[in-house]
T-cell receptor, first 113, second 109 residues
Framework: DADVTQTPRNRITKTGKRIMLECSQT?????MYWYRQDPGLGLRLIYY???????NKGEISDGYSVSRQAQAKFSLSLESAIPNQTALYFC????????????FGEGSRLTVL | AQRVTQPEKLLSVFKGAPVELKCNYS??????LFWYVQYSRQRLQLLLR??SRESIKGFTADLNKGETSFHLKKPFAQEEDSAMYYC???????????FGQGTTLQVKP
């Protein structure tokens, strides 16, 4: 089955450490997204990419960076993690030709101590 | 600014009761609106979108442009409907989805 895979699924780290969350997809979709989920705040868009050469900031990009290494891969980096970046992070993909439906990964739970 | 507001964090009903999850949006153009659902231990997934006007798992949602609302309704709730529900909006031709804060629906036996 075509899928969206996130690694790691869980990570505990310390303040100041560099962290990378990876997302790969076998759906063949050009569009990829990173969201974070916080209780009471819902999902907020961090970065999105419509193709390999296209990177766009979302609502809350400060403190994050991304890399679109290939159509299938979109990585999210925290250069110097801080405790308020503790959250559940979701990668998603979409195909504009079939509508705006997002297909989500299972999530990466990050805890910054 | 584009915004989606779900005023209820938690909605608790008994099995068989009607359900209405509220969603209001702020957008000056013609939005595309969606409801996503996250069941326990499952991925977030699309439930329905307003342009398709379909009923999924007994849920319907009507876009009311006058009230800028897109409430999700079901006449008789089932226990398996218990989940987190997100309302979302795509501003025209942007390709990005803006989510509300989410409402947890708890259906009691």
């Amino acid at each position: 089955d075509a899928d969206v895979t996130q690694t790691p699924r869980n990570r505990i780290t310390k303040t100041g450490k560099r962290i990378m969350l990876e997302c790969s997809q076998t759906k063949g979709h050009d569009r990829m997204y990173w969201y974070r989920q916080d209780p009471g705040l819902g999902l907020r868009l961090i970065y999105y990419s419509f193709d390999v050469k296209d990177i766009n900031k979302g609502e809350i990009s400060d403190g994050y960076s991304v890399s679109r290494q290939a159509q299938a891969k979109f990585s999210l980096s925290l250069e110097s993690a801080i405790p308020n970046q503790t959250a559940l992070y979701f990668c998603a993909t979409s195909d504009p030709l079939t509508g705006e439906e997002l297909f989500f990964g299972e999530g990466s739970r990050l805890t910054v101590l | 600014a584009q915004r989606v507001t779900q005023p209820e964090k938690l909605l608790s009903v008994f099995k068989g009761a009607p359900v209405e999850l509220k969603c209001n949006y702020s957008y000056s153009g013609s939005p595309e609106l969606f409801w996503y659902v996250q069941y326990s231990r499952q991925r977030l997934q699309l439930l329905l979108r307003h342009i398709s006007r379909e009923s999924i798992k007994g849920f319907t949602a009507d876009l009311n442009k006058g009230e800028t609302s897109f409430h999700l309704k079901k006449p008789f709730a089932q226990e398996e409907d218990s989940a987190m529900y997100y309302c979302a909006l795509t501003p025209s031709n942007t390709g990005k989805l803006i989510f509300g804060q989410g409402t947890t629906l708890q259906v009691k036996p």
